[in-house]
């Protein structure tokens, strides 16, 4: 029989998250194996419940919820988020720029295939998370990756930025709070970014989906907050701040200058009407989500459960030889580096297999983020205490081993 094969617009897609080194542990724990996961941001998994009024007002709403609903998302949905975006002192929004899609996932995608022509440019910071990339290539677009500097923080390399610009890039990527370094941009880096972008006329989007996971004294300022005459598309959502990432409820806020740019929105609300509406039920959750009890407080103070558990993992993983890490000001990953010198990897990916084969611990390596070099992994700081604990200690083992071979 002709084989069936993948469509080659999947040629360059890559996104290694959920990869072969994941199906991998799946088989393990077929076979009996207790694998500890520091590999996906998925915070219900680990006993971060969603508040339970968000859940009662899900409850409560879903004999409302069984037909379509505005492509747009529900009008009450839409409303509180507009709020929130004054709240953030978001500029220039109005109801019919707030698209609410099943995760910030859907909607990436889908401004990402209303803009790129084939061959069209888009800067994407690495390391990033990779669903942009993989987006913005599967929609025909180029990545242009610009770095993040460890040495900085992880901030972007405005330099770097502004040498991969050319006649063709359209738009520019921002993850803020970022996956998976923990970066937290300060006000005068994103201006430097908007003047950037006023300059070449690109548009900014921000993923902001981190935006409440802040720790210490952090705070967090929109990008879209700081100017007007640029156009914005800021991305938020219930998957982390609340917990509810299996209710698949992000949106997608449109502002800024956005009178030159009335075609790409007529193409976006043409996507957003083919795929009919976002999952209606956990629309109810939004409004509650957005104006109730932000309970994300209680776990980032410094007696949190989240804060506790980011001090203990960065201090372990630091403690271990050849070891440093930048401390996350914000979400729920570290971004660990390994000194080339002690530990010599040629294949990051074949490096976490190992390490799941030995240890039964599952990372997920650097490249997975677009990371160009060898020497990096993400660990989720998710779980509790004890399992971090376990989990690090095998790590070290692990690594104590590598550098002997
Ligand atoms: N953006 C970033 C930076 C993320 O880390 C994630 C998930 O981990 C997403 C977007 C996807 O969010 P959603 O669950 O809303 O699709």
Not at 98 to 113: A, D, F, H, P, W
Not at 119 to 127: A, C, N, Q, S, T
Not at 230 to 258: C, D, P, Q
Request: hydrophobic share 40%.
């Amino acid at each position: 029989m002709r084989p069936i094969l993948k469509s080659s617009k999947l040629a360059n897609v890559c996104y290694d998250i959920r990869g072969p080194v994941l199906e991998r542990a799946r088989q393990m724990e077929e076979d009996g194996h207790h694998i500890i996961k520091l590999n996906i941001g998925n915070p219900a998994t680990f006993g971060f419940d969603a508040p339970e009024e968000i859940l009662q007002d899900v409850i409560r709403n879903l004999s409302a919820a069984s037909g379509y609903c505005d492509s747009k998302g529900l009008f009450a949905a839409r409303k509180a988020i507009m709020h929130y975006t004054q709240e953030k002192q978001i500029r220039n929004v109005q109801m019919e720029d707030i698209y609410i899609g099943n995760g910030v996932s859907e909607l990436v995608v889908i401004t990402m295939q209303a803009l790129l022509e084939d061959g069209d440019e888009i800067l994407i910071p690495v390391p990033d998370y990779p669903l942009w990339t993989a987006a913005a290539v599967l929609s025909g677009g180029v990545a242009q990756h610009y770095l993040c500097d460890e040495q900085s923080g992880w901030l972007p390399d405005l330099d770097d930025i502004r040498a991969k610009i050319t006649s063709k890039t359209r738009a520019i990527v921002i993850i803020n709070p970022n996956n998976p370094t923990g970066a937290l941009y300060p006000k005068d880096l994103l201006c430097e970014i908007i003047e950037i972008a006023r300059q070449h006329q690109l548009i900014i989007y921000a993923d902001e989906i981190y935006d409440k996971i802040l720790y210490g004294d952090a705070v967090h300022t929109s990008v879209a907050s700081l100017a007007d005459d640029v156009l914005f598309i800021t991305f938020n959502g219930l998957s982390k701040n609340y917990r509810a990432a299996g209710f698949r409820s992000g949106w997608a806020v449109v502002s800024g200058e956005k009178s030159h740019a009335q075609d790409y929105i007529a193409g976006l609300n043409m996507l957003a009407s083919m795929r009919l509406c976002a999952n209606v039920p956990s629309q109810f959750g939004i409004q509650t989500a957005l104006g109730g009890y932000q309970s994300i407080y209680d776990l980032t103070m410094p007696t949190g459960r989240l804060m506790r558990q980011r001090d203990v993992a960065w201090k372990l993983l630091t403690d271990i030889p050849g070891v440093t890490c930048f401390k996350p000001q914000a979400a729920l990953y570290l971004f660990p580096r390994l000194d080339p010198k002690i530990y010599p990897i040629t294949n990051d990916q074949q490096f976490v297999l190992d390490l799941l084969l030995e240890e039964k611990v599952l990372l997920v390596q650097g490249s997975g983020f677009n990371w160009p070099f060898p020497d990096h992994f993400r660990l989720v700081f998710l779980p509790n205490v004890d399992d971090l604990t376990e989990a690090i200690d095998r790590i070290a083992h692990f690594l104590q081993r590598y550098r002997k071979r």
